[in-house]
């Protein structure tokens, strides 16, 4: 059943975001036509609260069935709402520290100071900053009960720094990482191993909402479509150091297979720093962020590189800088780090993009010495003959990080929601048609919303007959902006409950569709 659902996302995913023609006819001489995208609504993301129903009528054989509207996650915790974090039902923006104190399950190299700092003074210092989240990176070897580095005592150490933490008042997040510093060997990919990572961890932490799972530290896939189909669902064992990539959905599902509900973290290709054509993980709780390392370096080095890099996707799902640091010693140091910094920290605030400093506990990182002192980027040269950093500036940033109230805010969960992924190919106006029905028994209007990326919701067609017979539908509101590029229409179901069966959104004012023979019919007058 596993393979067969993950077959049907891929195919999914191959056929979503297709740009079909709006009038297709025989005649090879017509005009270039508008651009037409057809999704079926059971091939989206459907939320757990929403469900999938069979009908021969049905233009794929299925549709989705609203009971009724959307509902807010529950209070308690972190969890997701549309492209919001919320904290025991409030908006929250993840601001602290990556730490490494626990990421040797030996605590050896470059950790044996850090794992003996762990202590309530490193919390108070975290405190005095302004953090309100410790992202704890813990090793892959160490907590996998098939490698010889595992023992009970390093997932002792785990428990009791988390613990520590938490008893601070912190969010926790957990990092999976298979780098040198955790005695890995920097595979590309998550694999079995990450698997059974998680299943030690979730034993441990399921329950405690404040406590973030993610996934993998630093996935290396490039951008491309193929780059992200290996991150997504998997790929051969020579391109992962000889094991096979399992994808971050399958490690998803083992996760949600344990009955964690937690907010579940998948962090960006590249080594963590793209997010430009990710293929969006199905979770149907709907609880999933996405991280990224915004180091100034590389293919975001530029200030124009970020909003296209990663910054986009906070429009329609949290995202949150797991890790970032810029300080004179790191092999891709660039000499304009103290103009581009602030830059960059002002961008994350303006998106509600979190950050967690790397490291708290690594001397010249963002500290100069164990009593705390904070380095600084004033005079910032590169080189190991000095020691700037930006401690002085996350110190100044992170109590800055407080949400932004939007008033298009739904506070509402994608688990009773169908959140549809698109990329539009030309900007521009699109009018969205929507292939409904309501029983014959079905009261009120039977309208749904719709919600693009994190604009105001507005019904996605007008009142629906209840005859039980599927009619194609828009409305006056149902007209979009959209530019080009990746954007998440989210269906956010009504008050009377209906049904969905497919989708059309076409830049053709005059296309309206006719399942089943196209896609669209011309209604202009011959």
């Given at each position: 059943?596993?393979?067969?659902?993950?077959?049907r996302r891929?195919?999914?995913?191959?056929?979503?975001v297709?740009?079909v023609a709006a009038?297709?006819h025989t005649?090879s001489?017509?005009?270039?036509?508008?651009?037409?995208?057809?999704?079926?609504?059971?091939?989206?993301?459907?939320?757990?609260?929403?469900?999938?129903?069979?009908?021969?009528?049905?233009?794929g054989?299925?549709?989705?069935?609203?009971?009724?509207?959307?509902?807010?996650?529950?209070?308690?915790?972190?969890?997701?709402a549309?492209?919001?974090?919320?904290?025991?039902?409030a908006?929250?923006?993840?601001a602290?520290?990556?730490m490494?104190a626990?990421v040797?399950p030996?605590?050896a190299?470059?950790?044996?100071?850090?794992?003996?700092r762990?202590?309530d003074?490193a919390?108070?210092?975290?405190?005095?900053?302004?953090?309100?989240?410790?992202?704890f990176?813990?090793?892959?070897r160490?907590?996998?009960?098939?490698?010889e580095?595992y023992s009970?005592?390093?997932v002792?150490?785990?428990?009791?720094?988390?613990?520590?933490?938490?008893?601070?008042?912190?969010?926790v997040?957990?990092?999976i990482?298979?780098q040198?510093?955790?005695?890995g060997?920097?595979?590309?990919?998550?694999?079995?191993?990450?698997?059974?990572?998680?299943?030690?961890l979730?034993?441990?932490f399921n329950?405690?909402?404040?406590?973030?799972?993610?996934?993998?530290?630093?996935?290396?896939?490039?951008?491309?479509?193929?780059?992200?189909?290996?991150?997504?669902?998997?790929?051969?064992?020579?391109?992962?150091?000889g094991?096979?990539?399992?994808?971050?959905?399958r490690?998803?599902?083992e996760?949600r297979?344990?009955?964690?509900t937690?907010?579940?973290?998948?962090?960006?290709g590249?080594?963590?720093?793209?997010?430009?054509?990710m293929?969006?993980l199905?979770d149907p709780?709907?609880?999933?962020?996405?991280?990224?390392?915004?180091?100034?370096t590389h293919?975001?080095?530029?200030?124009?590189?970020?909003?296209?890099g990663f910054?986009?996707?906070?429009?329609?799902?949290?995202?949150?800088a797991?890790?970032?640091?810029?300080?004179?010693?790191?092999?891709?140091?660039?000499?304009e780090?103290?103009?581009?910094?602030?830059?960059?920290?002002?961008?994350l605030?303006?998106r509600?993009?979190?950050?967690?400093?790397?490291?708290l506990d690594?001397?010249?990182?963002?500290i100069?010495?164990?009593?705390?002192?904070?380095t600084?980027?004033?005079g910032?040269q590169c080189g190991?003959g000095?020691n700037?950093?930006?401690?002085?500036l996350?110190?100044?940033?992170?109590?800055?990080?407080?949400?932004?109230?939007?008033?298009?805010?739904?506070?509402?969960?994608?688990?009773?929601?169908?959140?549809?992924p698109?990329?539009?190919?030309?900007?521009?106006e699109?009018?969205?048609?929507?292939?409904?029905?309501k029983?014959?028994?079905?009261?009120g209007?039977?309208?749904?919303l719709?919600?693009?990326d994190d604009?105001?919701?507005?019904?996605?067609?007008?009142e629906?007959t209840?005859?039980g017979r599927?009619?194609?539908?828009?409305g006056?509101?149902?007209?979009?902006?959209?530019?080009?590029?990746r954007?998440?229409l989210r269906?956010?179901?009504?008050?009377?409950?209906v049904?969905?069966?497919?989708?059309?959104l076409?830049?053709d004012?005059?296309?309206?569709?006719?399942?089943?023979?196209?896609s669209?019919?011309?209604?202009?007058?011959?």
């Amino acid at each position: 059943m596993r393979t067969a659902k993950r077959h049907r996302r891929r195919l999914l995913l191959a056929v979503l975001v297709a740009v079909v023609a709006a009038h297709v006819h025989t005649a090879s001489a017509e005009p270039p036509q508008e651009p037409t995208i057809v999704v079926e609504a059971e091939d989206a993301l459907v939320g757990a609260g929403v469900g999938v129903g069979q009908g021969a009528a049905a233009s794929g054989g299925a549709f989705v069935h609203f009971a009724g509207p959307a509902l807010p996650p529950p209070a308690q915790g972190v969890r997701v709402a549309g492209n919001r974090l919320l904290r025991d039902g409030a908006p929250f923006v993840p601001a602290g520290f990556t730490m490494v104190a626990l990421v040797h399950p030996q605590a050896a190299g470059a950790s044996t100071w850090a794992a003996r700092r762990l202590d309530d003074r490193a919390m108070a210092t975290a405190t005095a900053w302004g953090a309100n989240t410790i992202r704890f990176q813990v090793s892959q070897r160490g907590l996998d009960p098939e490698d010889e580095l595992y023992s009970d005592a390093y997932v002792q150490r785990i428990v009791d720094g988390v613990a520590l933490a938490r008893a601070h008042g912190f969010v926790v997040v957990l990092s999976i990482q298979d780098q040198s510093l955790s005695a890995g060997s920097s595979h590309a990919q998550p694999s079995e191993a990450t698997i059974r990572d998680w299943k030690t961890l979730t034993a441990r932490f399921n329950g405690d909402q404040n406590v973030l799972y993610e996934i993998f530290n630093e996935p290396q896939n490039r951008p491309t479509a193929e780059g992200w189909s290996v991150w997504r669902d998997g790929g051969p064992p020579e391109r992962n150091q000889g094991t096979p990539a399992v994808g971050h959905q399958r490690v998803l599902e083992e996760i949600r297979a344990t009955g964690a509900t937690n907010v579940v973290i998948a962090e960006a290709g590249q080594f963590g720093q793209r997010l430009d054509g990710m293929q969006p993980l199905h979770d149907p709780l709907g609880q999933v962020a996405y991280g990224v390392h915004p180091y100034l370096t590389h293919t975001l080095r530029e200030p124009a590189d970020w909003e296209p890099g990663f910054g986009f996707l906070a429009r329609q799902y949290p995202v949150i800088a797991t890790e970032w640091v810029a300080n004179s010693t790191v092999g891709f140091c660039h000499p304009e780090w103290e103009t581009t910094s602030p830059l960059l920290m002002t961008f994350l605030a303006e998106r509600d993009i979190g950050v967690l400093g790397w490291a708290l506990d690594v001397i010249g990182s963002l500290i100069a010495d164990w009593r705390y002192t904070p380095t600084s980027l004033v005079g910032f040269q590169c080189g190991t003959g000095f020691n700037n950093g930006a401690g002085e500036l996350l110190e100044a940033t992170l109590p800055a990080l407080q949400p932004h109230v939007s008033p298009c805010a739904t506070g509402l969960s994608d688990e009773g929601a169908v959140a549809v992924p698109v990329d539009v190919p030309e900007s521009g106006e699109y009018r969205l048609w929507s292939r409904v029905m309501k029983s014959p028994l079905g009261t009120g209007s039977g309208v749904a919303l719709v919600q693009v990326d994190d604009a105001c919701p507005v019904p996605a067609w007008d009142e629906v007959t209840a005859d039980g017979r599927w009619a194609w539908k828009s409305g006056d509101r149902a007209l979009l902006r959209l530019e080009q590029g990746r954007h998440t229409l989210r269906f956010l179901g009504g008050p009377d409950g209906v049904n969905l069966d497919r989708i059309v959104l076409t830049a053709d004012e005059d296309c309206v569709p006719d399942y089943p023979t196209e896609s669209c019919v011309d209604e202009r007058a011959s």
